[in-house]
Structure formats: C-alpha cells, structure tokens
C-alpha cells in the first residue's frame, strides 16, 4: 500500500487561500488515484475530489468546484490540494487517501491535517 | 444533488449482530456503485472495511461483511466486539471520478 504523509496544522484568515500537500512513498503512483476528503469538526466525512498523479487529470465535487485545485508534482510524488476564499465553514481537518486504479475505494488515508479558518 | 443516507445510530450487544445500510434518496443501490465501507475512530483517519460491495480489505476480521439488501448496500457485524464501537461510513461512486460519502453511522457496544 501507499504511505501519506501530510503537511501540518494551518491556521488561515476568511478570505485567504490554504495549500495542503500529501507526500506518498513506496509505491509508484503510475496506478494510483489520490483523493482528498474532509471532515468539519463533529461531522462526516465529505468526498471534495480526485487527482490522477501520472496524468494531472482530476474532478471535483461540485460544492468545491471553482474554489479548489489538485495538482502533483511527480518529481517529488507530492500531491498539493489548495482551497481559495475560505470561511469558517471551511474549518476542518483534510485527508488525502489513494485509490489504486478501478477499484473505486480508498485503500490508504493520510494522517490529516487540521485546518482552521478564523479572523 | 446526491444524497447517500444512513442510520444516524445503532447500538449492539457484545457478541450480537447489527446490519447498517446505506441508501440514496432516489433511486437504488446497486454493486455498479462499487459500495465501500469505512471504519474510524475519534482523532483517527478513516480505515478501509470493505470494498467492490462485499470484498474485505486487508486485514479486516470476517465478522465484517458487506452485501446489497433490496435497495441498498449493508455492512453486517456479527458477533460484534467492544471496538467495533465507532462511526462507519458508505462511500458510492456515482461515475464520471465523483464519489459521495453516507451521513456515517454511529455505532455502540454495549
């Protein structure tokens, strides 16, 4: 399985913009699919979208479309997930997880990482 | 917008048997949605049970098992054990890389 390690806790202003990487070792990510998910404190989870490490190629929820972008540098294995405009509603932590190609599930999670949004 | 539901709770015995399920507010479930189930615990990430509707992942014990009841997926426990008390959440594939997770489930041993 793929190991994530993620980038640690961000504390951000209403308006700002927030960058979260997700660094994976042990296997070529040539076959995986990386998806990042969150969860608001003392709620669900909630699925934001996918990024194709090998391609660039990703899709997006449509709560967050137009105010997230994922992207990878394969020189590194890192995979970025960056949230713009933010408000308090987008305090929560965030998790990457890796998808191995078709099988539609989420094999291997991140630790998370705690984002709050406060003025 | 697609709406997955799923019981808000549910309480168990030790050593009984409790099925949650995990439905859409319009239409049914079926295996093309490739049901998958996640276990997690407060402070924890999530961790994979179940995948492709009834395929265990590695090292999950075979008290857990998934399946498709009438319009829905389920993930059964039988036989449940203390820590298997925590939220468990369904994840359906809608097509076209869009996934939608369940409102979770929150379950009691005791």
């Known amino acids: 399985q793929v190991q994530l390690v993620q980038s640690g806790a961000e504390v951000k202003k209403p308006g700002a913009s927030v960058k979260v990487s997700c660094k994976a070792s042990g296997y070529r990510l040539t076959n995986y699919h990386i998806h990042w998910v969150r969860q608001a404190p003392g709620q669900g989870l909630e699925w934001m979208g996918i990024?194709?490490?090998?391609?660039?190629?990703?899709s997006y929820a449509q709560n967050f479309r137009g105010r997230v972008t994922m992207t990878r540098d394969t020189s590194t294995t890192t995979i970025y997930m960056e949230l713009y405009s933010l408000t308090s509603e987008d305090t929560a932590v965030y998790y990457c997880?890796?998808?191995?190609?078709?099988?539609?599930?989420?094999?291997?999670w991140g630790q998370g990482t705690l984002v709050t949004v406060a003025s | 917008q697609t709406v997955v539901t799923q019981e808000p709770s549910f309480s168990v015995s030790p050593g009984g048997t409790v099925t949650l399920t995990c439905g859409l507010t319009s239409g049914s479930v079926s295996t093309s949605y490739n049901p998958s189930w996640y276990q997690q615990t407060p402070g924890q990430a999530p961790r994979s049970l179940i995948y492709s509707t009834n395929t265990r992942s590695s090292g999950v014990p075979d008290r857990f098992s998934g399946s498709i009841l009438g319009n829905k997926a389920a993930l059964t426990i039988t036989g449940a054990q203390a820590d298997d008390e925590s939220d468990y959440y369904c994840v359906l594939y809608l097509g076209s890389g869009i996934y939608v997770f369940g409102t979770g489930t929150k379950v009691t041993v005791l």
């Open positions: 997880a890796s998808e191995y190609s078709g099988t539609c599930y989420f094999d291997s």
């Open positions: 990024v194709t490490p090998s391609s660039g190629a990703t």
